[in-house]
């Protein structure tokens, strides 16, 4: 595969090993960040050419925000492996739950939601999407805290 220039999102297929059948990315590649959000480059269809999922790993720095969103047509499973993590959801945002490391953490396609890291540490989880395509069918939804441009 060619290399990339690296760039917020985009992929480094340089990175990337594939053999027979089986498509490794050591030590989870570069990072790349996304809507406050940093990831190692991770798995999705850009890099290794899968139809219907993709993994990755988030880190959120402490204060940090993932401006509110939606997931249009894919649904996503976290794993949070350390740190407090609040989402704020629903529709106008008024709903809350706060989790912390070692919980599971499933969202529906369609449902805005806004993610905070309420906790002194970074919070690192682990991703997956059942999309292959990574941010493409986001969808930005109203936030009192997105800056203004």
């Keep these: 595969m060619q290399a990339q220039t690296k760039g917020i ?3 480094l297929e340089n990175e990337v090993e594939v053999h027979e059948g089986i498509t490794v990315i050591r030590g989870g590649g570069s990072a790349r960040g996304w809507n406050g959000i940093h ?11 899968s139809r219907a999922l993709s993994v990755n790993v988030a880190t959120v ?3 940090a925000i993932a401006y509110a969103h939606i997931h249009d047509g894919f649904e996503v499973m976290l794993f949070i492996a350390q ?8 529709e106008g945002l008024k709903e809350e739950v706060i989790n912390e490391a070692g919980d599971f953490i499933y969202i529906k396609s369609g449902v805005p939601h806004e993610v905070f890291n309420i ?3 970074d919070v690192i989880a682990f991703v997956a999407r059942s999309a ?5 069918k986001i969808v930005n ?4 805290f997105r800056p203004k441009d």
């Design 9 to 11: 999102g985009e992929i």
């Design 39 to 49: 990831y190692k480059q991770g798995m999705s269809g850009k890099n290794v050419g």
């Design 61 to 63: 720095p402490p204060g």
């Design 83 to 90: 740190g407090t993590v609040k989402h704020i959801f629903g």
């Design 119 to 121: 906790g002194n540490n």
């Design 132 to 136: 292959a395509d990574e941010w493409d």
């Design 141 to 144: 939804y109203p936030s009192e």
